[in-house]
């Protein structure tokens, strides 16, 4: 753990600029995927063995904390596919790199991962205030 914390410290002070950042955030976003993946299986899992924890699951998951993240979470997954495709055509076609071209590239992957987040986030955040202030939560 001890390791983990050093090098995302590190890896905020180094001054590389938006690619530096781009590499953070691709992944920090690849790892929250993955842990949102893993716990999603295991408690899918429990609708079979353990009905009454499943239910207790969703109910946690439509707390506040857990829908926020679930948000941040959709964001996360958009910058990370959209950050790879951008990689995958810097690797496949290598004389299209230039330092100029992929600060615009990286600029492109946030502004259309902004874009294509904000409707879900707004479709999203209408479902945490319909289930945790206006208690009109369906299902």
Not at 67 to 96: C, R, S, T, Y
Request: charged fraction near 10%; aromatic fraction near 16%.
């Amino acid at each position: 753990m001890a390791t983990l914390i050093n090098t995302l410290w590190e890896g905020v002070r180094y001054r590389g600029g938006i690619g530096n950042w781009a590499y953070l955030f691709h992944r920090l976003a690849g790892i929250a995927t993955l842990l949102f993946l893993a716990i999603h299986i295991v408690d899918t899992s429990t609708v079979f063995f353990f009905p009454s924890l499943y239910q207790h699951a969703i109910e946690i998951y439509r707390s506040t904390p857990f829908m926020l993240g679930e948000i941040a979470l959709v964001a996360g997954v958009l910058f990370h596919g959209a950050n790879g495709l951008k990689i995958i055509v810097f690797d496949f076609w290598p004389q299209l790199w230039t330092d100029e071209r992929e600060k615009k590239a990286t600029w492109a992957v946030m502004i259309g991962t902004f874009i294509l987040w904000l409707p879900t986030a707004i479709w999203m955040g209408n479902a945490l205030i319909q289930c945790n202030f206006l208690k009109t939560c369906g299902g």
